[in-house]
């Protein structure tokens, strides 16, 4: 009979892994990253299942970010209206009332920066025309990945930031033509 002490032991994990708790995992995308550029952005999530609401407010609140948990299209406009500046909105399709294409649609017809990811089970070719026609900027498929979604909300909020540095910009440039057109008028060639 072979003795125990010869046996070698290895554990599943190495002390390294230990050292690091607040680590993601590797097959994990790190939400930190992200969060340290946009954690004052607001995330709406406009969802009617209890499940489905509870579980994307704890991803939310595990991945550090500002999210506001609303239940449906409605409570979802409002939250868009009431929050300053750009948002990046996770919205289901299918809820009573005010559905997620509405809510696309006049989210559209404002002027308000707002990146919209439309979460929907219906994943066929004609309902992702219809989404994003809707004027969805991404879908996603439930269930989805939990990565997946943090990867397409690192991209939406990447863009938003793009959206907000070249409105920037663009004021810069409208004051410095004010100011060219001030003293063309001072010194006239």
């Avoid at 500002?66 to 209206?81: F, N, S």
């Avoid at 996770?90 to 559905?99: A, E, K, V």
């Avoid at 404002?110 to 994943?123: A, E, Q, R």
Wanted: charged share 30%; glycine share 6%; aromatic share 6%.
């Amino acid at each position: 009979m072979s003795n125990m002490k010869d046996i070698p032991f290895s554990p599943p994990w190495q002390i390294s892994d230990l050292e690091k708790p607040d680590q993601p995992k590797a097959t994990e995308l790190d939400a930190r990253p992200a969060v340290a550029r946009f954690s004052q952005m607001p995330i709406v999530i406009a969802e009617d299942d209890l499940v489905s609401r509870t579980l994307m407010s704890s991803l939310m609140e595990k991945w550090g970010f500002k999210a506001v948990i609303t239940q449906d299209g409605h409570e979802a406009m409002a939250a868009l209206r009431g929050e300053q500046g750009p948002a990046l909105a996770l919205l289901d399709w299918m809820m009573p009332g005010m559905d997620g294409l509405e809510v696309c649609r006049r989210v559209r017809e404002s002027t308000k920066m707002v990146y919209v990811i439309l979460l929907t089970s219906l994943g066929a070719k004609e309902n992702i025309v219809e989404g994003l026609h809707a004027g969805a900027d991404d879908y996603l498929i439930k269930p989805f990945d939990k990565n997946e979604l943090l990867a397409r909300m690192q991209v939406g909020l990447r863009i938003l930031e793009l959206h907000s540095t070249l409105a920037a910009r663009v004021k810069e440039l409208e004051k410095a033509a004010g100011e060219i057109d001030d003293l063309k008028l001072r010194f006239p060639l």
